[in-house]
């Protein structure tokens, strides 16, 4: 089953506008326009985190054309700096959203008397090994206005985690985006993570990780794909 099929299934059948939205994915996807795809009102998104999070080998196979177009867009788009920090490493599994409308953030934020609000402030630069982000805008001129100072970085970015100070009723957490040569246990993996179309590499790192059933299910995924 496709991408496509998988789409088609999840949503009710009485929902013309996302199945409207499907049949036009299918008909027009193309690379430049795999963040549009990815923050338009379809469940696409939430397919990807949920394969990402739960390690959904079969899923990720599928999903590979969507996860080298978006790498692709953001190696090409890489974002302007801020600083860096250091302390404890921390990662996200999937991609990663964020604003630079610190305004917009706060007008969003509600308060709860059972729960403190957080606002994370992430901070970073392009440099060699760090994971790719870019301004939404700047990968797709036709995004939604409310969303062009969006950023996204890619699935599996490592930060550092920084400073957290309590300012005007607000938790501030301060994290810093790192590369893999930050972190010790990812510089032997460094010359399988530079071969990022080698179809092989998700497999490779999941040996590595000590998860040889996954690995054995994505080879299997990459032998019955293969022309007869």
């Known amino acids: 089953m496709n991408l496509f099929n998988i789409l088609e299934n999840i949503i009710s059948s009485d929902d013309e ?52 177009d978006i790498y692709t867009q953001l190696i090409k788009h890489q974002a302007d700096s801020l600083n860096a920090f250091s302390s404890i490493i921390c990662f996200f ?12 953030v706060m007008s969003n934020m509600k308060c709860n008397n059972q729960f403190e609000i957080v606002l994370i402030d992430l901070r970073a630069i392009y440099r060699s090994g760090v994971a790719s982000f870019a ?20 699935c599996y970015s490592i930060f550092q ?5 309590f300012k005007n009723s607000i938790w501030i957490l301060e994290l810093t985006l790192i ?13 399988q993570l530079k071969r990022s179309h080698n179809l092989c590499m998700i497999g490779d790192l999941l040996i590595y990780c000590e998860k040889s059933d996954k690995a054995m299910i994505y080879y299997q995924c990459l032998l019955n794909a293969l022309p007869e």
């Open 161 to 165: 985690i920084g400073s957290l100070v």
């Open 179 to 191: 590369s893999d040569a930050d972190v010790q246990e990812l510089l032997a993996m460094k010359p």
């Open 17 to 68: 506008y996302s199945s409207n939205l499907i049949s036009q994915f299918e008909q027009t996807y193309e690379l430049q326009q795999v963040v549009y795809w990815l923050t338009s009102n379809t469940p696409l998104i939430r397919i990807v985190n949920k394969a990402l999070h739960e390690q959904d080998i079969n899923m990720l196979f599928t999903l590979c054309f969507l996860l080298v």
């Open 135 to 154: 301004f939404l805008r700047d990968i797709n001129s036709n995004i939604n206005k409310k969303i062009d100072q969006e950023v996204i970085f890619m």
């Open 93 to 104: 599994n999937g991609f990663l959203f964020t604003s630079t409308n610190i305004l917009q």
